[in-house]
């Protein structure tokens, strides 16, 4: 018996090198042959008018990779890996008479990670000098791009918790809800659909997507009476299917919506772009919507009821289930929506995108109390101005997520039912 | 299609070191999950933990090679109870969240520019893996088709492995496992029984951390390099597939469910790029294959989670949850 099981082993390990050789063990991130990560920007001159056929290189130890202006102006540069590149300018394809403006470093040191693309901006001509912000500008502007951050993770955030506090379920595939709204927006103007109803079918399709999860896994597993804690796994094995199934039909790069480049207004003191703007005014209305429903209407009345307590809700005729069905329709819209609004803030969509603020929204829905609906809005503003406003106080742009999680991992410590969580023993 | 050279492959994959630092790592998860009823999102932060804190000391500090391994151990302790004083007291998944977010602090923490005198940033460090190899006391030569730097970490890998599971199984089997599972079963009978269940479930965090930063460092040395995108919240994901895979209050089941999950990655990988080369499949790209095979993890780990949540080798009655 000994031998024979001695014998397997030294079989199996005579076939291991030859494995090794051919083909390299798969590591936890699936490769991808186009570059993932991008340098990018746009040439343009003074007067606006987009420059064409300028070389721009990007070096980082023995990668070299060169771009060339195109018609509009658009530059790109597929790099491997995230880090810190020198990017240069090839000032002798500059077309006559336009030169970099005074006190534009070239070449010059970009860096960058945990996002997939950053763009570098050459500014061109006399006129412009590039502004040096003081300090209380930096903050003001700052402050305007969390709240709109935070609003566009609380609509994502208040379906997570609208969910939770109906079912009880932590949702790790909401991430990937974010992403499906982001894509099917892509694809759909990609099927040169005008640019509103890609956006409406987007949200549809997110609706849609919620419904179908509640109706063909969530609720029959309710039914079976699985626990919360194998639901919470499930909803991680679901995850990591949809993030993949994205990636294998929308690929690994990072594509760009309609109108994602935009220079920045300037409204009062506050520089912003129209954007960020909008994202702000249309999460800031939906989210009101939102409230107005769920405090004025029986309907949110009955959903308050049931995320109260299920069972008392049914008992006083409430149709829990049609609640939860209409909540996990709400939260993929709402879900779908902070999607599309995160491209744009980002700007690019990916298949990661969603679960890059998964933990973001959990640590906005923790840190306003877990269920609490008017909780995840305050939390996900909190969670919101905070990364932003940790830059401007000297933390690194690439160290901005860990400030949020840090202060929900210590509000936890201190406070572990949120701001408005009502006190009860959570363990 | 080479049907040998792929059933090579996937046997290769069984006595891999890849795969004794997911069985390794997996069998913290059993300690944590599976037999404290801990949940744990943040394995891949311990394994981070441990490959860099051995990184880190060897290359920074010249420390020896025993020295780095003890730092490694010692760094795993203290993130564990960082992690474990302000949650565990907490619902079961608020610690679930509390250690997703964690892992991935450390994870954005090595990865910042800040650091890249420390720890590489985005592209890791490398070359701290001579003094173990220096101690490899094979001489060079050909053992069963390998070097000997690779039968070595095969030997060191598995033997680790093999240790580990006869510490845990002694460990359940004490009194000390027998609290444990109880406070699994139900936390308020062991603490009426006067038990401090608080440092119970302290313990056995720490010690499923440290075989989590014994797991990173198994994970690290053959590469020669460690690098923070291996790290991300997939591994971890990935770890509670092959505990689900085994069972996940058994010694034996996180070592066969990491061994099943690494046989069935490479075997689909062989067939389908084995497939795609023959020109039987058109309709796959080889990068959308391994996409492909990540889709199969990830229903896997659901229809694991619905039909057989106990695993191959557990019983329905040692379930974490009931």
């Known amino acids: 018996?000994?031998?024979?099981?001695?014998?397997?082993?030294?079989?199996?390990?005579?076939?291991?090198?030859?494995?090794?050789?051919?083909?390299?063990?798969?590591?936890?991130?699936?490769?991808?042959?186009?570059?993932?990560?991008?340098?990018?920007?746009?040439?343009?001159?003074?007067?606006?008018?987009?420059?064409?056929?300028?070389?721009?290189?990007?070096?980082?130890?023995?990668?070299?990779?060169?771009?060339?202006?195109?018609?509009?102006?658009?530059?790109?540069i597929g790099v491997p890996s995230q880090g810190t590149y020198e990017v240069q300018?090839?000032?002798?394809?500059?077309?006559?008479?336009?030169?970099?403006?005074?006190?534009?470093?070239?070449?010059?040191?970009?860096?960058?990670?945990?996002?997939?693309?950053?763009?570098?901006?050459?500014?061109?001509?006399?006129?412009?000098?590039?502004?040096?912000?003081?300090?209380?500008?930096?903050?003001?502007?700052?402050?305007?791009?969390?709240?709109?951050?935070?609003?566009?993770?609380?609509?994502?955030?208040?379906?997570?918790?609208?969910?939770?506090?109906?079912?009880?379920?932590?949702?790790?595939?909401?991430?990937?809800?974010?992403?499906?709204?982001?894509?099917?927006?892509?694809?759909?103007?990609?099927?040169?659909?005008?640019?509103?109803?890609?956006?409406?079918?987007?949200?549809?399709?997110?609706?849609?997507?919620?419904?179908?999860?509640?109706?063909?896994?969530?609720?029959?597993?309710?039914?079976?009476?699985?626990?919360?804690?194998?639901?919470?796994?499930?909803?991680?094995?679901?995850?990591?299917?949809?993030?993949?199934?994205?990636?294998?039909?929308?690929?690994?790069?990072?594509?760009?919506?309609?109108?994602?480049?935009?220079?920045?207004?300037?409204?009062?003191?506050?520089?912003?772009?129209?954007?960020?703007?909008?994202?702000?005014?249309?999460?800031?209305?939906?989210?009101?919507?939102?409230?107005?429903?769920?405090?004025?209407?029986?309907?949110?009345?009955?959903?308050?009821?049931?995320?109260?307590?299920?069972?008392?809700?049914?008992?006083?005729?409430?149709?829990?289930?049609?609640?939860?069905?209409?909540?996990w329709i709400v939260g993929g819209v709402l879900a779908s929506l902070g999607g599309i609004l995160w491209a744009y803030y980002r700007p690019g969509v990916t298949f990661d995108m969603g679960s890059q603020i998964l933990l973001l929204i959990f640590a906005g829905v923790t840190l306003g109390g877990l269920g609490t609906v008017f909780g995840a809005l305050i939390g996900s503003v909190i969670v919101g101005i905070f990364v932003e406003l940790t830059t401007v106080f000297g933390l690194a742009a690439d160290l901005k997520y860990v400030g949020a999680l840090f202060i929900m991992i210590v509000v936890l410590l201190f406070r572990p039912q949120g701001i408005l969580g009502r006190r009860e023993r959570v363990g | 299609m080479d049907f040998g050279f792929i059933l090579a492959s996937a046997a290769g994959e069984l006595f891999s070191p890849t795969t004794a630092a997911y069985a390794l790592a997996a069998l913290g998860l059993a300690v944590h999950f599976g037999y404290s009823g801990l949940l744990n999102f943040g394995q891949a932060g311990f394994m981070a933990v441990g490959a860099y804190g051995f990184a880190i000391s060897t290359l920074s500090f010249g420390a020896p090679f025993f020295v780095g391994l003890l730092i490694a151990v010692i760094c795993s302790v203290l993130f564990a109870l960082v992690l474990g004083i302000p949650t565990l007291r907490l619902r079961a998944d608020y610690l679930a969240i509390v250690t997703i977010a964690a892992a991935e602090?450390?994870?954005?923490?090595?990865?910042?520019?800040?650091?890249?005198?420390?720890?590489?940033?985005?592209?890791?460090?490398?070359?701290?893996?001579?003094?173990?190899?220096?101690?490899?006391?094979?001489?060079?030569?050909?053992?069963?088709?390998?070097?000997?730097?690779?039968?070595?970490?095969?030997?060191?890998?598995?033997?680790?492995?093999?240790?580990?599971?006869?510490?845990?199984?002694?460990?359940?089997?004490?009194?000390?496992?027998?609290?444990?599972?109880?406070?699994?079963?139900?936390?308020?009978?062991?603490?009426?029984?006067?038990?401090?269940?608080?440092?119970?479930?302290?313990?056995?965090?720490?010690?499923?951390?440290?075989?989590?930063?014994?797991?990173?460092?198994?994970?690290?040395?053959?590469?020669?390099?460690?690098?923070?995108?291996n790290y991300g919240t997939e591994l971890t994901f990935f770890l509670w597939t092959c505990l689900l895979l085994g069972g996940m209050a058994t010694v034996l089941g996180p070592v066969i469910g990491a061994m099943i999950f690494w046989v069935v990655l490479s075997l689909t990988q062989g067939i389908l790029y084995g497939l795609i080369e023959s020109g039987a499949v058109t309709w796959l790209t080889t990068v959308q294959a391994g996409q492909l095979r990540y889709i199969l993890v990830g229903v896997a780990l659901m229809l694991l989670m619905i039909f057989r949540p106990q695993g191959v080798f557990g019983n329905k009655k040692e379930l974490a949850f009931a």
């Open chain 2, 105 to 229: 602090i450390i994870r954005y923490v090595v990865t910042t520019n800040q650091l890249t005198s420390v720890t590489g940033s985005a592209n890791g460090l490398a070359a701290f893996e001579g003094g173990f190899y220096s101690m490899n006391p094979f001489p060079e030569g050909d053992y069963l088709g390998m070097n000997n730097r690779d039968f070595f970490i095969r030997v060191i890998g598995w033997g680790l492995a093999v240790i580990c599971c006869v510490i845990i199984w002694l460990l359940m089997r004490s009194p000390w496992g027998r609290v444990l599972k109880g406070i699994r079963e139900d936390e308020n009978a062991v603490r009426s029984l006067g038990k401090n269940v608080y440092a119970y479930k302290m313990q056995a965090l720490v010690i499923g951390g440290v075989l989590g930063a014994l797991a990173g460092m198994v994970f690290t040395l053959p590469r020669g390099a460690v690098q923070p995108a």
């Open chain 1, 1 to 76: 018996m000994g031998a024979i099981a001695a014998a397997t082993v030294a079989i199996l390990l005579v076939a291991a090198p030859a494995s090794l050789a051919a083909t390299p063990s798969p590591t936890p991130s699936p490769s991808n042959q186009q570059f993932q990560n991008n340098i990018s920007g746009f040439l343009r001159d003074d007067a606006r008018a987009p420059i064409q056929g300028v070389k721009i290189t990007a070096k980082n130890g023995d990668f070299t990779g060169t771009a060339t202006s195109s018609a509009n102006g658009a530059w790109n």
């Open chain 1, 89 to 327: 300018l090839d000032e002798s394809t500059l077309p006559q008479g336009i030169k970099l403006a005074a006190g534009q470093a070239n070449p010059r040191s970009i860096t960058f990670s945990q996002t997939s693309n950053v763009s570098v901006i050459f500014a061109f001509g006399k006129g412009i000098v590039v502004q040096q912000q003081d300090f209380g500008q930096n903050l003001l502007n700052r402050l305007v791009a969390g709240v709109s951050f935070g609003l566009l993770l609380a609509l994502a955030s208040v379906g997570l918790s609208l969910i939770f506090g109906t079912t009880g379920l932590t949702n790790f595939a909401h991430g990937e809800m974010v992403t499906l709204g982001a894509v099917l927006v892509f694809v759909f103007n990609a099927m040169n659909l005008p640019f509103w109803l890609a956006i409406l079918l987007a949200l549809l399709g997110g609706g849609l997507f919620g419904y179908a999860q509640d109706a063909g896994l969530w609720r029959p597993l309710r039914r079976r009476g699985t626990g919360l804690v194998p639901m919470m796994i499930v909803s991680i094995g679901l995850a990591l299917a949809i993030r993949y199934v994205i990636q294998f039909y929308f690929g690994g790069a990072t594509q760009q919506l309609p109108f994602a480049q935009s220079a920045e207004i300037q409204i009062g003191p506050v520089s912003i772009s129209p954007n960020n703007l909008w994202s702000l005014v249309i999460s800031a209305i939906v989210i009101g919507l939102i409230g107005i429903v769920l405090l004025k209407t029986r309907l949110g009345k009955a959903t308050r009821a049931v995320a109260d307590n299920p069972a008392l809700a049914a008992a006083s005729g409430i149709d829990v289930d049609s609640v939860i069905r209409l909540v």
